[in-house]
C-alpha cells in the first residue's frame, strides 16, 4: 500500500479543483467567442463561404477543450484510484468523485491538520 503525506494529497485535490476551474473558462471562453463572431458575421454582408473556415477552427478549438475536461476527469478518476488503495483512503479531500468513484469518508475534512 503506497503512502502518501495527506497535506500533499489536499494540494492535489485543491489543485485538480482549480484545474476544473481553468478549463470551464476555457470552455466558456471559447464558447462565447464563437457565438460572437456568428452575431458578428449575422450582421453583416460576408459571404457564408467567407466565414466557414473561422467558423470550423472555432468548433475545433471547443472541442480540444472539451477533450481536455473529458482527460483531466479521466486523470481523477486514476488518482481516486490510487487514494483508495493508500494510506489517504480515510481522508476527505473535498473530492466531486463520491460514490462509486471514491466515497468520501467521514474523517478529517480537510488533511492540513493531521499533517501539522
Not at 46 to 54: C, F, I, T, V, Y
Not at 83 to 97: E, I, P, Q, R, T
Not at 98 to 112: H, L, S
Amino acid at each position: 500500500m503506497p503512502k502518501f503525506n495527506p497535506a500533499a494529497g489536499q494540494v492535489v485535490a485543491d489543485e485538480l479543483r482549480s484545474s476544473f476551474d481553468s478549463l470551464d473558462v476555457a470552455v466558456y471562453d471559447r464558447a462565447r467567442l464563437f457565438t460572437t463572431f456568428l452575431e458578428t458575421i449575422r450582421g453583416s454582408d460576408l459571404p457564408p463561404s467567407r466565414s466557414q473556415r473561422a467558423l470550423l477552427a472555432l468548433e475545433k478549438s471547443l472541442q480540444k477543450s472539451l477533450g481536455s475536461r473529458g482527460d483531466l476527469i479521466n486523470a481523477q478518476r486514476a488518482m481516486v484510484a490510487i487514494k483508495a488503495d493508500s494510506n489517504l483512503d480515510v481522508y476527505d479531500f473535498g473530492c466531486w468523485m463520491g460514490g462509486i468513484f471514491g466515497a468520501a469518508k467521514e474523517v478529517p475534512a480537510r488533511a492540513e491538520a493531521d499533517a501539522a
